[in-house]
Every structure is written in C-alpha cells, then in structure tokens.
C-alpha cells in the first residue's frame, strides 16, 4: 500500500518518515519528491508499506504532529485521480 502524506516540514527526510511509520509494520520505500531548482523538500512524500500496516498507520498518524507540522496521511491517489469525481459531478451539474 503507497500513502501520501502532507504537509511535511522541508526539514523532514526519509529516514524520519520511514523511523517513525516502521511503528506500524515493515517500510518498503520512502520518497520524498525534491524541487528541482532548490533541491528543498517538496513537502509532501510517500511511504510504502503493507496494507494492514498502512491502514493503522493512516487511523494513527492523519492529523499528527511531525516536526512542528500537522501531517495528513492517506492512501496515495495515482496522479490526477483525486479531482475528476468532483470536476465530473459539476458538469454533470451544468448540463442539466
């Protein structure tokens, strides 16, 4: 299972992401996309694991303090996926 989790402080690394999920079963990977110009943290990453650990891991950690910032983790969306039920549901809506 791949989690999205927000919010991270630019500060924050992978080894701190993978420290403080590894509490809720085994880490498989930790990505945590840099800016191309600053090489900063972009402030959001993901981290892989097991669904039944990532699933305590999201009950757990959604709306946590994680270096000075108050994270949102949940199941990672591929990309795009996350706003077309809200785009489709308008037009449906202006065609009537």
Do not use: H, W
């Amino acid at each position: 299972m791949k989690l999205y989790v927000g919010n991270l402080a630019f500060y924050t690394s992978s080894e701190t992401l993978s420290e403080v999920f590894s509490e809720f079963g085994e880490v498989f990977d930790v990505y945590i996309p840099k800016d191309i110009e600053t090489d900063r943290s972009r402030g959001f990453g993901f981290v892989s694991m097991g669904s039944e650990a990532g699933n305590a891991a999201i009950d757990t950690l959604d709306g946590c303090e994680l270096d000075g910032r108050i994270i949102s983790v949940n199941a990672a969306k591929p990309r795009g996926e996350e706003q077309k039920p809200e785009a489709d549901t308008e037009q449906d809506e202006e065609s009537i």
